[in-house]
């Protein structure tokens, strides 16, 4: 499991600037077809398959948010296994079928390696024309990570490949709206469109 850092990385405080203003006292009119207030967003969050695992490698099992109790190292934790695998099996389908028979867009937080293993269910999204909000590669810490850390995870194009099977306009990457980084260095450390 990635440690903090010892001191601040100064780079991580230009990475992301904060945005505390908005549209302010201007808020655009959306103009909801047939003038509509209200619109719900709905928003599935899918990381099946992108979680910690010791089939991974990586040193640990995964814990559940509900509890902070983990299964030790020595032991595969065959219940969150089957949880995260049911998930992308049976729920994640079952979600879809609903969406699909009611003809209801959705926004998909993916983890990309999630998509990597259940490419079917990629393929569903772009078929579906769903949006994509992509938080990174694996399920993990990444913000924890120095910039030399997180760029020796390897390329960090490999983590927008997904999204782009998924429909995800290539245009988006340039300042990732519909990816949210993961760590503060992850644009940086992106190659140029």
């Known amino acids: 499991m990635p440690q903090y850092p010892d001191k601040l990385d100064p780079a991580a405080l230009l990475a992301l600037p904060r945005d505390f203003v908005g549209y302010g006292r201007h808020t655009p009119d959306p103009k ?78 993916a983890c990309a390696l999630a998509l990597e293993r259940n490419r079917e269910y990629a393929d569903w999204i772009r078929e579906g024309g769903h949006d994509v909000i992509g938080h990174g590669w694996r399920w993990t810490e990444d913000s924890r990570l120095a910039r030399e850390e997180e760029k020796q995870l390897g390329p960090v194009d490999k983590v927008w490949q997904p999204y782009l099977r998924c429909g995800q306009r290539k245009e988006c990457r340039e300042g990732f709206p519909g990816l949210v980084v993961s760590g503060c260095h992850t644009a940086e450390l992106l190659e140029p469109v």
Do not use: H, Q
């Open 32 to 109: 909801w077809p047939g003038g509509i207030s209200v619109a719900v967003n709905l928003v599935i969050n899918y990381e099946e398959g992108a979680e910690y695992s010791l089939l991974d490698g990586d040193g640990r099992n995964d814990a559940w948010g509900e509890y902070s109790y983990e299964i030790p190292s020595t032991v595969r934790d065959l219940g969150t296994e089957a949880a995260m695998e049911f998930g992308s099996r049976v729920g994640a389908w079952r979600l879809a079928r609903i969406l699909d028979d009611r003809g209801v867009k959705a926004t998909i937080s």
